[in-house]
């Protein structure tokens, strides 16, 4: 019996490039989120006003948390840039045995 679902690479597609390889990669996702976010809840944390400081036992909580996302969102820029995605090699992933 033979298994008819694909592995690897199609002997015909074209190499990945690098630029495809950063665009799939997840860290540069997670770190334009955590961008998004971080400037989101700190911009929201430099607005409060003394009622809501209040509220929160005087910990500016949102302020706080938008810094450390964007320390997160850096971070995973750097680790993005200094550690880049490693490319698929065709050649490899087409000899590569079937599973049973």
Known sequence: M???SPTGYPADAPPMTMR????LDLRTYICALFAIFG????I????VDSQ????AAGV???LYAGLAMLGLSAVMG??????PPQLPD???DAGAPEAA
């Open 2 to 4: 033979s298994d008819d």
């Open 44 to 47: 929201e944390g430099l607005t």
């Open 39 to 42: 400037i989101t809840v700190t």
């Open 78 to 83: 750097v680790w993005a840039v200094v550690v």
């Open 90 to 92: 065709p050649v490899a």
């Open 52 to 55: 809501e400081l209040a509220k």
């Open 60 to 62: 500016n909580i949102n």
């Open 20 to 23: 495809q390889a950063r665009m």
